[in-house]
């Protein structure tokens, strides 16, 4: 069980174009998910957290009108990486959360590169 | 903002070694949770402790949970290879904190 998923797992795009990211929750009710970005051998570093319905609440220094993060249902949580540029360039980690449990469960993460 | 603080950062070790990873706050938490993850994957947890004192095992590693709640420990017994990876901790109280983060590389 616990089992969340995300796709793409890598991407290539040139500069100036949007991405599109998406995380479901496969076998359970995510009422909370998370989107990390993470650097080589470094911790993650949590962008923003956002609960089904309701809009996402973004960590300081995290550009909400460039990283745009809808949750739309209980399994599925979106981020979009618009006006791509190189520095985008990360490891995009989502995690699910479901209601009254601690832990989070993450999804294999997605590569993204900007050319 | 709380901080979780994991020593060492970096470890390297031969294989059949014992290692400790140490995660600190100055905060106390209601769980906390220890992750390991492999080059290019998602963290996968390996176990959450709730109890001041709580030590858990996992064939060999060994969690403990501070008697304050503010600290944990992870002990690998003779590691392996297949131990290589970023090992993060995790605490949670109404927001979820992440440590520092310590690299294991275990060699052949």
Redesign the interface.
């Known amino acids: 069980g616990a089992v969340v998923s995300q796709h793409p797992s890598w991407v290539i795009c040139k500069s100036g174009t949007s991405v599109k990211i998406e995380c479901r929750s496969l076998d359970f009710q995510a009422t909370t998910m998370f989107w990390y970005r993470q650097f080589p051998k470094q911790s993650l570093m949590l962008m923003a957290t956002s609960n089904e319905g309701s809009k996402a609440t973004y960590e300081q220094g995290v550009e909400k009108d460039k990283f745009l993060i809808n949750h739309a249902s209980l399994t599925l949580s979106t981020l979009t990486v618009t006006s791509a540029h190189p520095e985008d360039s990360s490891f995009y980690i989502c995690s699910a959360q479901d209601r009254g449990y601690y832990e989070q469960y993450f999804g294999p993460g997605t590569r993204l590169t900007v050319t | 903002t709380q901080l979780l603080e994991q020593s060492p950062q970096?470890l390297s070790i031969q294989e059949g070694e014992n290692l400790t990873v140490y995660c600190n706050s100055s905060s106390v938490f209601?769980?906390l949770?220890w992750?390991r993850q492999e080059p290019?994957?998602?963290?996968?947890?390996l176990v959450?402790v709730?109890t001041g004192g709580e030590v858990k095992k996992l064939k060999r590693l060994t969690f403990q949970f501070g008697d304050a709640r503010k600290d944990s420990s992870l002990h690998i017994t003779a590691a392996q290879p297949g131990d290589t990876g970023?090992y993060?901790c995790?605490g949670?109280d109404n927001q979820?904190y992440?440590?520092?983060?310590t690299?294991l590389t275990v060699i052949p």
């Open positions: 970096f209601s769980s949770q992750y290019g994957e998602g963290p996968v947890l959450t709730v970023l993060l995790a949670a979820f992440f440590g520092t983060g690299s």
